[in-house]
């Protein structure tokens, strides 16, 4: 009765310990197969617009998006807002001095981080009116009498 007992405890036991290592994993994800953004956004200076991808098929599982651009132009974060600088580097040589934005075209990449698959979004970015004055002064103080000669 006793190495009947053990025997019982043993199996037991073992089948305890066999039904807890097996675990099924139920996978219903749906892979991404494409994304997609509306292009052309507009955006003046020193705005905000926000920026929405959509993964193909609707329902897919991953829904991590990576959002970059490499103009000067504008910037995105993480959540797809896209803000158009309102002053602007002079040149790669001289990043630290900056002119005022006088607009023009820029693009924005959204990449679904599983997939890899990838859109292109152009944004047109517009001047703010001061920029467009500030540069009108600036021809009529600098470029005009450059042009003109003085009166004998």
Do not use: Q
Not at 93 to 102: A, G, N
């Amino acid at each position: 009765m006793k190495k009947f007992l053990s025997a019982l405890l043993i199996a037991v036991m073992l089948m305890s310990f066999l039904s807890y290592g097996v675990c099924s994993i139920d996978d219903n994800s749906t892979p991404v197969t494409g994304i997609t953004i509306d292009s052309p956004v507009k955006v003046k200076t020193s705005k905000t617009v926000k920026l929405n991808a959509v993964l193909s098929p609707p329902g897919a599982s991953s829904g991590e998006i990576k959002w970059e651009t490499s103009s000067k132009l504008i910037s995105v974060d993480s959540e797809g807002n896209v803000t158009a600088s309102r002053f602007v580097p002079f040149s790669e040589k001289y990043s630290f001095f900056k002119i005022p934005s006088f607009g023009g075209l820029a693009t924005v990449k959204a990449t679904s981080v599983d997939s890899g698959h990838s859109a292109v979004c152009t944004v047109i970015v517009s001047p703010d009116i001061w920029n467009v004055l500030l540069l009108a002064v600036l021809i009529g103080i600098v470029v005009v009498p450059m042009f003109i000669s003085p009166v004998v």
